[in-house]
T-cell receptor, first 115, second 115 residues
């Protein structure tokens, strides 16, 4: 079946603009994660959903970052008033259940460049 | 708090030679360990994971890793690499601290296989 998809794949924004990044998880997957991957770094956790409930948002770097998953499937990560330090690849991952032993499946990411 | 150190940022090797990518972790409780591979412009793919049991874990594409609790290491090995193994490799640890099993990733090791 289809894997995790993300759109757009590339996004260029001017500083101060708002952006919205979309994640389509694997159908039926309960858990969904967002990560931020800066150039030359490993992914860093942003937030986690189980169905529509946002169970952990401790990794969101500021109140400019907001994520939602209103129907428990597609998720959107929104960044308001983008800054240059927001430039990174934003990865989405999903898991079939809430168990920590399950495998996370990653999407290809959205590369955000803030000018 | 959990943390991961990947000691080598880049590992060059010739095709058909053996390779070891090093990973050390820091955690005060039981840990769960993962290795992921990331090909250019793609998301992360799970190579293997250690949850419990045998300390030697076999994964996909001929890779294996050994959990060494006394040395707090989880090094990744392959006896004979191929050109197609050229990619970025990430080690990750999850220890359930605070009730969360969100993984912490290392900075990554770039494996470069030369013909």
């Amino acid at each position: 079946g289809a894997g995790v998809s993300q759109s757009p794949r590339y996004k260029v924004a001017k500083r101060g603009q708002d952006v919205a990044l979309r994640c389509d998880p694997i159908s039926g997957h309960v858990s969904l994660f967002w990560y931020q991957q800066a150039l030359g770094q490993g992914p860093e956790f942003l937030t986690y959903f189980q169905n529509e409930a946002q169970l952990d948002k401790s990794g969101l770097p500021s109140d400019r970052f907001f994520a939602e998953r209103p129907e428990g499937s597609v998720s959107t990560l929104k960044i308001q008033r983008t800054q240059q330090e927001d430039s990174a690849v934003y990865l989405c991952a999903s898991k079939i259940s809430g168990s920590f032993t399950d495998t996370q499946y990653f999407g290809p990411g959205t590369r955000l460049t803030v000018l | 708090a959990q943390s991961v150190t990947q000691l080598d940022s880049q590992v060059p090797v010739f095709e058909e030679a053996p390779v070891e990518l090093r990973c050390n972790y820091s955690s005060s409780v039981s840990v769960y360990l993962f290795w992921y591979v990331q090909y250019p412009n793609q998301g992360l793919q799970l190579l293997l994971k250690y949850l419990s049991g045998s300390t030697l874990v076999k994964g996909i594409n001929g890779f294996e890793a050994e959990f060494n609790k006394s040395q707090t290491s989880f090094h990744l090995r392959k006896p004979s690499v191929h050109i197609s193994d050229t990619a970025e490799y990430f080690c990750a640890v999850s220890d359930g601290s605070g009730g969360s099993y969100i993984p912490t990733f290392g900075r990554g090791t770039s494996l470069i296989v030369h013909p």
